[in-house]
Nanobody, 127 residues
């Protein structure tokens, strides 16, 4: 399984970016997906998660109302729409694949166990 992020860049505070994550396809619809980020000198932070069918989502408090996670199971894609960006959002953003829950409901709550990570894409928000 490969995860490839794109869409990062430099944006002014208040601006928007849309991150995309291309999954290589193997059993994509079997897994919850998510986004983590890591700011300089800080630990990885779980930002958003989405269930297999897309009917349930999770957001960390600092991004609620500003970020939207979505997925397209037919295209093996995950997206993170980021609006009203703030300098504190500056970080490397990683697309992640969750773990397989079988017939159980996806658990999107932290710490969101992961099975695959992408290489990351840099997001820099200037003030």
């Amino acid at each position: 399984v490969q995860l490839v992020e794109s869409g990062g860049g430099l944006v002014q505070a208040g601006g928007s970016l849309r991150l995309s994550c291309a999954h290589s396809g193997q059993h994509f619809s079997h897994y919850a997906m998510g986004w983590f980020r890591q700011a300089p000198g800080k630990d990885h932070e779980y930002v958003a998660g989405i269930a297999r069918s897309g009917d349930k989502t999770y957001y960390t408090d600092s991004v609620k109302g500003r970020f939207t996670i979505s997925r397209d199971n037919g295209k093996y894609m995950v997206y993170l729409q980021m609006n009203n960006l703030k300098p504190d959002d500056t970080a490397v953003y990683y697309c992640v694949q969750g773990v397989y829950y079988g017939d159980s409901e996806d658990n999107l709550d932290p710490p969101f166990p992961t099975s695959r990570w992408g290489q990351g894409t840099q997001v820099t928000v200037s003030s």
